[in-house]
Structures are given as structure tokens and as C-alpha cells.
């Protein structure tokens, strides 16, 4: 069974800088993409990030956090990252890791408050 356990939010200044985690189990985690998706407070799942397996060397962004976010894994600790530097009110949210863009198999999330 696929679990996600993700963790890291708190609340921030606008301009501030997170880290989030995300442990999984449950399947053999370097062979997989995983993805990252948040949940802003009365709107639907919207796509952040993706990275691919083994390697991680290819990644993809959203535009709206492109340059602001850096996703990473850790395949020794069945681990990905997703470092938030810049952080907007906008990006408040409920951030969840996955295994697609639209959300499948993910977690309970972590709260992310942006205070502008």
C-alpha cells in the first residue's frame, strides 16, 4: 500500500523559506515519479512540482513557483523535498505528495500559512 507522510509546514512571513518532507512506503520508491500538489483554502488540487526517479536529475515546475521552489529525493531515506524560498500569500495551502499530478495516493498534507 502506497502511504505518503508529509511534513515541514508552519506558519511564515511573506518572503520567508520552508522545507518540506515527504516519506513514503509501501512501494519501491526510486522507480517512481513523485509529485507535489497543494490545496489552496475553497479551490480544487493545483499541481506544483514533479521529479523524476532514480536520479532525480529532471524536474518540472508550475510557472507560478518556478524559480522560487526546488524539489529533490533522497532514495536512502525514501524522502522528497520541496524547499520554498520566496514564499507569497498565494501560496498558502495544504501541500500533498503523490503519485500523479492529480493528487492519487496522497497523504494527509502539511499546512502551509503565508501571512503577507
Known amino acids: 500500500e502506497v502511504q505518503f507522510m508529509e511534513s515541514g509546514g508552519d506558519l511564515v512571513q511573506s518572503g520567508g523559506s520552508l522545507r518540506l518532507s515527504c516519506a513514503a512506503s509501501?512501494?519501491?520508491?526510486?522507480?517512481?515519479?513523485i509529485h507535489w500538489v497543494r490545496q489552496a483554502p475553497g479551490k480544487g488540487l493545483e499541481w506544483v512540482s514533479t521529479?523524476?526517479?532514480?536520479?532525480?536529475?529532471?524536474?518540472d515546475y508550475a510557472d507560478h513557483v518556478k524559480g522560487r521552489f526546488t524539489v529533490s529525493r533522497d532514495n536512502a531515506k525514501n524522502t522528497v523535498y520541496l524547499q520554498m524560498n520566496s514564499l507569497k500569500a498565494e501560496d498558502t495551502a495544504l501541500y500533498y505528495c503523490?503519485?500523479?499530478?492529480?493528487?492519487?495516493?496522497r497523504g494527509q498534507g502539511t499546512q502551509v500559512t503565508v501571512s503577507s
Open positions: 503523490a503519485t500523479d499530478r492529480q493528487g492519487t495516493d
Open positions: 521529479i523524476s526517479p532514480y536520479t532525480g536529475s529532471r524536474t
Open positions: 509501501g512501494f519501491i520508491f526510486e522507480r517512481f515519479y
